[in-house]
């Protein structure tokens, strides 16, 4: 068991919201129902006044305190890892992971084991003591790159702050279908689709997200973007270029209606259908350390296929 303690500021996007919808919004890596018994139990402080009713509404610039304690992950049970892990940063506050494709971040329906956090569970035990075992934020099965593990719970407060308070800074390579005017932000509401609960989708009693992107190179019939997320919700970068109809190249679960641009070479449709994931690379991280407040900043490569389907893109682009 550990503790956890915070203190948050109501923003405009929670004015007049119910407390435990706010804590949802604001504390995205934990449930309703435990902000909601947090609040009944008498955790949680509204501007110094302990609050119980789940349904008092806040107010813009409101304060929240919250001082509660957070059972151990004791189903995230600890595994060995068939392989040594792509640790890039090891520091008594965090762990940076260079994620690869194919593995899942957490425990989940469908995936109890052999996940990251498993792995993560066996050489560093001390994660059991720490919120949600010290993930920050996650990344998609088959997206590569850099995220970051708290392993105190103090640094998992820091690091989580930093999040809600879009300080962190996470930049990814993607490669689009189609060719933009110019580079932009995406601002609109992500929330699971209606017809589709296993997908996301842009609709207005979704959450707040923004993703700001910039073209970096363009071929015949796509574009790779350099994104910056500003939010951080399921499937993001994904759903947000999808809605514009710019989908990821390859994304087996917002492009399959997607035709292939017409007129492309042989080795390059071939790269395209070999290609078994979305094209997106979690390049660039960066945020304040958690005990010294310095700014560290990771950097991550494209992995070889990623790097092989651009090669692909521009030897097809330059021989057209």
Known sequence: MSTFSTILTITEAQNHKRLDQALGELLTDYSRSLMTQWIKDGLVQVNNQVITKPRH???????????????????????????????????????????PSGMVVHPGAGNHNHTLINYLLHDYPELNDVPRCGLIHRLDKDTTGLLVVARTPLAHQSLTKQLQDRDMKRTYLAICKGHFVSGGTIDAPIGRNPKSRLQMAVTPAGRPAVTHYEILDEYR???????????????????????????????????????????????????????????????????????????????????EDFAKLVGALEIDADNN
């Open 57 to 99: 509404k806040v107010n813009t610039n409101d304060t929240i305190e919250i001082n509660a304690t957070i059972e151990s992950q004791e189903t995230w049970g600890a595994q060995q890892a068939p392989k040594p892990l792509p640790i890039v940063a090891k520091d008594p506050h965090f762990l940076v992971i260079n994620k």
């Open 221 to 303: 019939g796509h574009s790779l973007m350099k994104v910056k997320l500003e939010t951080g919700r399921t499937h993001q970068i994904r759903v947000h270029f999808t809605s514009i109809h710019h989908p990821l190249a390859c994304d087996p679960v917002y492009g399959k209606q997607q035709a292939m641009p017409k007129a492309l070479s042989e080795p390059l449709k071939e790269a395209l259908h070999n290609f078994h994931r979305q094209a997106l690379h979690a390049k660039q991280l960066e945020f304040a350390h958690p005990a010294t407040g310095k700014i560290c900043q990771f950097k991550s490569s494209m992995p």
